[in-house]
């Protein structure tokens, strides 16, 4: 799917100050404004934060979003011999959107030069005040995990070991991909049944339902599903294959991969 969103691409230079990158569903994810020198050494230097929220808002029509400095939140800054970057975590009606980051990069004089990453515009009002109690959202996670398989509780030391006590649940807006892709509040539920299992939930927090479960803890070889940051340093969950430490982008769960006829990493079929 990665690899369809890099050839769905289109590069579109404006007629003015800005090179954009549009991913298929047509939003910029990239944008690249050409300053002139000559004027940037005459920039009133500004804090980085102020710089950056101008940025956005200079770029607001081109990103199709009205109030961009209600819509992002400033996570971290990062400032080296390029500039300044800054990652901003996308919010919509102050609760945080599950994977939607943004950089937004300064020049040597403080300027907004470039922006990049992922964010949404979502096409119906959310209701952002949850129907479903948090604690019914874990119950129902819990439920989920013990119709699945036998556990039993973790160790003092266990529970040391893997930095967990009980699960852990927060409101957020997800990507639902189930029939029609929508937007939908959901509870992010992390819950560490076993020292082999880091499960990581997302209910519904209005119907309850689950929408998506996995396991980020990779432990024996086979097919993983895992969490990365992509090279704009946006977080990814994609399908890999692990081998001792090694995960590759071979995508095991899909109904074509032949098992039987598969020598993996190097030789897989299908």
Same mark, same amino acid.
């Given at each position: 799917?990665?690899?369809?969103?890099?050839?769905?691409?289109?590069?579109?230079?404006?007629?003015?100050?800005?090179?954009?990158?549009?991913?298929?569903?047509?939003?910029?994810?990239?944008?690249?404004?050409?300053?002139?020198?000559?004027?940037?050494?005459?920039?009133?230097?500004?804090?980085?934060?102020?710089?950056?929220?101008?940025?956005?808002?200079?770029?607001?029509?081109?990103?199709?979003?009205?109030?961009?400095?209600?819509?992002?939140?400033?996570?971290?800054?990062?400032?080296?011999? *390029? %500039?300044?970057? &800054?990652?901003? $975590?996308?919010?919509?009606?102050? #609760? /945080?959107?599950?994977?939607?980051?943004?950089?937004?990069?300064?020049?040597?004089?403080?300027?907004?030069?470039?922006? *990049? %990453?992922?964010? &949404?515009?979502? $096409?119906?009002?959310?209701?952002? #005040? /949850?129907?479903?109690?948090?604690?019914?959202?874990?119950?129902?996670?819990?439920?989920?995990?013990?119709?699945?398989?036998?556990?039993?509780?973790?160790?003092?030391?266990?529970?040391?070991?893997?930095?967990?006590?009980?699960?852990?649940?927060?409101?957020?807006?997800?990507?639902?991909?189930?029939?029609?892709?929508?937007?939908?509040?959901?509870?992010?539920?992390?819950?560490?049944?076993?020292?082999?299992?880091?499960?990581?939930?997302?209910?519904?927090?209005?119907?309850?339902?689950?929408?998506?479960?996995?396991?980020?803890?990779?432990?024996?070889?086979?097919?993983?599903?895992?969490?990365?940051?992509?090279?704009?340093?946006?977080?990814?969950?994609?399908?890999?294959?692990?081998?001792?430490?090694?995960?590759?982008?071979?995508?095991?769960?899909?109904?074509?991969?032949?098992?039987?006829?598969?020598?993996?990493?190097?030789?897989?079929?299908?």
């Amino acid at each position: 799917k990665t690899l369809q969103h890099i050839h769905a691409f289109t590069f579109i230079p404006d007629k003015k100050l800005h090179n954009i990158l549009h991913a298929e569903e047509g939003h910029p994810v990239f944008i690249e404004t050409n300053r002139d020198e000559a004027s940037s050494r005459v920039f009133i230097r500004k804090d980085a934060h102020t710089a950056c929220y101008d940025y956005l808002n200079e770029l607001g029509p081109l990103l199709n979003i009205k109030k961009v400095t209600e819509g992002f939140v400033i996570h971290r800054t990062k400032t080296d011999n *390029n %500039g300044t970057h &800054i990652r901003l $975590q996308q919010n919509y009606k102050g #609760v /945080p959107v599950y994977g939607a980051e943004v950089v937004v990069h300064l020049n040597s004089f403080g300027e907004g030069e470039a922006f *990049n %990453g992922r964010y &949404i515009i979502p $096409q119906e009002e959310i209701d952002v #005040v /949850p129907s479903v109690e948090m604690q019914a959202a874990i119950n129902k996670v819990k439920a989920d995990v013990a119709g699945r398989t036998s556990l039993r509780p973790l160790t003092s030391f266990e529970r040391q070991l893997v930095q967990y006590h009980e699960p852990e649940a927060t409101l957020c807006v997800y990507e639902d991909k189930s029939l029609v892709k929508s937007h939908v509040l959901a509870y992010h539920v992390i819950y560490s049944p076993s020292i082999h299992k880091r499960l990581e939930y997302f209910v519904d927090a209005h119907t309850g339902n689950v929408l998506r479960q996995f396991n980020t803890v990779c432990f024996v070889d086979g097919p993983k599903t895992t969490t990365a940051n992509d090279l704009n340093g946006v977080a990814r969950t994609i399908h890999t294959y692990q081998v001792g430490a090694n995960y590759y982008m071979l995508d095991a769960s899909r109904s074509m991969f032949d098992a039987a006829a598969s020598v993996l990493p190097d030789d897989p079929v299908g």
